[in-house]
């Protein structure tokens, strides 16, 4: 069929992810994304946009596909906030462990050079990062904690988990970043005396 598109937009936009998760937005240059897709630049630009909207389009990307799993390690909060953290950071540590994906965390690299960036991403990459911070807040507040302590705590863990990303890029293992984890969660058991001992991490 005449004007069929020859290709997977969600394939192309996955490899597109992918390239600009490994090296970073302002490393990653048209020719990087043309050899990651497998697409000539007016098949870029026609379909996927432009480098700062396709950018903005693999971070949404990337931003739905694990928000959708922090959400669900949340769901269990308002019965058991501890366990509900405790799944919260396992899908990062999942992440970090899964040998198909980069290390770090797209967002979070992201938002270490938003200096650098345009407005227009700045300004976007700063909404998606204050996302995990909303979600978590709201788990917390669904767990017990007043307001303010949720907020604080929310804080708190977001940095946890972000310095989690930047840990392994810079070679911690998987049980120094285990152990940071278990020194947030009794931070939370500490908060709330009420919550019951963490269980040992995977």
Known sequence: MAGKKQFDVDTALDAAMIQFWRTGYADTS???????TGLNRSSIYSSLGDKDALFLRCLDRYSARYGAMYDTALSCAASDPVAAIRAFFG?????????????GCLIAQSAMVIPALSPRVA????????LQRQRLH???????LADRDAEDFAVHTVAVNQSLAVMSRA???PAQLRAVVGVTLDALIIKNQKIPERDQLG
């Open 123 to 130: 300004a976007h990459t700063k909404a998606v990062f204050g």
């Open 171 to 173: 070679g911690a293992s």
């Open 138 to 144: 709201a788990a917390l507040k669904a767990g017990g």
């Open 30 to 36: 048209l020719d990087d994304l043309t050899r990651a």
């Open 91 to 103: 899908v990062t540590l999942g992440r970090i462990a899964d040998p198909d994906v980069p290390d």
